[in-house]
């Protein structure tokens, strides 16, 4: 059960998170309807592409630990236990 929870929390972050990093690419852009880069796509630029291959990782990143997060937050609340897996995981500080 706590992988499915994990995998549809999971799965709901990178949907939110790559709308919202179209949302900032166009902004940064100035023009609402420039295209997203595709990294295989020889119109766009070396540095273009490398820039937004990098904010791309870094925003999935952000989004795979917070939507971790959330998920283990709503376990637990839902369940009054740690998911498994979790309570064996070495504390970090």
Known sequence: MWRAVSAITGLLSAI???????????????????PIPDVTDAR???PD???WAAAVGLGVGI???????VA???WEAATGTLPPGVADAPVVA
């Open 16 to 34: 939110v998170i790559r709308k919202i990093m179209e949302a900032v690419y166009r902004a940064v852009r100035g023009d609402s309807s420039a």
């Open 44 to 46: 766009f630029s070396w």
């Open 49 to 51: 592409a490398a820039l």
């Open 63 to 69: 989004a795979k630990m917070v939507s971790t997060r």
């Open 72 to 74: 283990v937050a709503g």
